[in-house]
């Protein structure tokens, strides 16, 4: 049983900063690919930023230059800093990571964790 466990969320004023943690627990082989996804009310979820396991990055052009997501792969753990912050951004951040253990490969995601930015 593999599961992710994440923290940091939280209010926050426009301008400030939060760090969001996920790390992953189990019978884990191995991870590939580790993200953040985000969903506001009435909105679809969207991918925010990503990081492959040999640490090439990708984000949304809406957070460029004020996020960073960057992982520890010793403790199965994927962080996404977030400076700059917008009510835009506004929203429950969900972390998934691809993970590998004896009987498959599957993604998992974490329960959710909610950001609000006042302005």
């Known amino acids: 049983q593999v599961q992710l466990v994440e923290s940091g969320g939280g209010l926050v004023q426009a301008g400030g900063s939060l760090r969001l943690s996920c790390a992953a627990s189990?019978?884990?082989?191995?991870?590939?690919?580790m993200g953040w996804y985000r969903q506001a009310p009435g909105r679809q979820r969207e991918l925010v930023a990503s990081v492959s396991s040999g640490g090439t990055t990708n984000y949304a052009d809406s957070v460029k230059g004020r996020f960073t997501i960057s992982r520890d792969s010793a403790k199965n753990t994927v962080y996404l800093q977030m400076n700059s912050l917008k009510p835009e951004d506004t929203a429950v951040y969900y972390c998934t990571q691809r993970i590998t253990t004896r009987d498959a490969r599957d993604d998992y995601w974490g329960q959710g964790t909610q950001v609000t930015v006042s302005s």
């Open positions: 189990g019978m884990i082989l191995s991870i590939n690919a």
